[in-house]
């Protein structure tokens, strides 16, 4: 359609005449409302930033060191900021003569890996950068967790069938 002539039949319905696709050829134009157009594409965009999840970068320090207590109280902490869905830097900092001994400094983070375990999912290995030995740890996907329900409702089924078969068969053995 020309042009002018779209514009005309817009302004005969009291209506915009918006460009949709200006790089198409040829054009691709739309008679309607703009103003309620801008509305709905900013409603729409509102609520795709608020299902978005901002994910931040919580860190817990350790040193080579660490007391067993402290440990466990910072291994905690890892867990609960995973379970909020925060991914969580382990970093683990070597003072002096303690670089001479970075062995016990993974073993200490290798360790916590091993302790959240379900938790979370290493997203970077343990590795140095200066005097700092540094892990990244990832929240767990929610999605392999959602096959687990199943799963146990699954098995929970056939129990309560089983439950109710006894007396059917009890029933036929008793006649056999």
């Known amino acids: 359609m020309v042009p002018f002539e ?5 302004r005969e319905r009291m209506l915009d005449l918006v460009e949709i696709s200006p790089n198409a050829v040829p054009p691709v134009c739309r008679i309607q409302d703009y103003g309620k157009y801008l509305y ?7 609520a795709a930033r608020k299902k978005q999840k901002v994910i931040t970068i919580k860190e817990v320090k350790f040193s080579v060191t660490v007391d067993e207590h402290d440990y ?8 609960r900021f995973l379970g909020d869905g925060d991914k969580v830097k382990a970093s683990l900092r070597f003072k002096g003569r303690q670089m001479a001994h970075r062995d016990l400094g993974y073993k200490i983070v290798n360790r916590l890996i091993l302790d959240i375990g379900d938790a979370g999912m290493v997203e970077f290995m343990p590795r140095m950068e ?3 030995l540094h892990a990244i ?4 996907r929610k999605a392999e967790v959602a096959p687990k329900k199943p799963a146990a409702e699954a098995e929970a089924r056939p129990a309560a069938v089983a439950k109710a078969a006894p007396p ?3 029933a036929a053995s008793a006649q056999a």
């Open 168 to 170: 059917t068969n009890d």
């Open 72 to 79: 466990q109280t910072k291994k905690n902490m890892a867990i």
């Open 6 to 10: 779209a514009l005309k039949m817009a």
């Open 137 to 140: 740890i990832a929240p767990a």
């Open 130 to 132: 200066g005097t700092t």
């Open 40 to 46: 709905e594409k900013d409603k729409s965009e509102r």
